[in-house]
């Protein structure tokens, strides 16, 4: 993957605020386990890379309601 994951906050602090039963809705709509999405809340950007595929990534950001793209930049 040629981009960095820059806003790893963003969706931290947007799967924070998330109740159990929010994060068991966003695990149905993209078929990652629910125990899967609580980590992401706390893991760092590597690790993030290293756990979660970009389809996968893709997926939670539109359950969350976040622009995929908007979380990337190019490495130049």
């Known amino acids: 993957m040629d981009t ?18 929010e994060i068991d809705k966003i695990s149905e709509k993209t078929g990652i386990d629910t125990e899967r999405i609580i980590k992401l809340k706390n893991i760092d950007e590597n690790e993030l890379l290293k756990i979660f595929d970009e389809k996968e990534l893709h997926n939670i950001s539109k359950a969350l309601g976040v622009d995929f793209d908007t979380l990337f930049i190019k490495e130049e």
């Open 4 to 21: 960095i994951f820059y806003q790893e906050p963003i969706i931290k602090d947007l799967l924070g605020s998330k109740t159990l039963d």
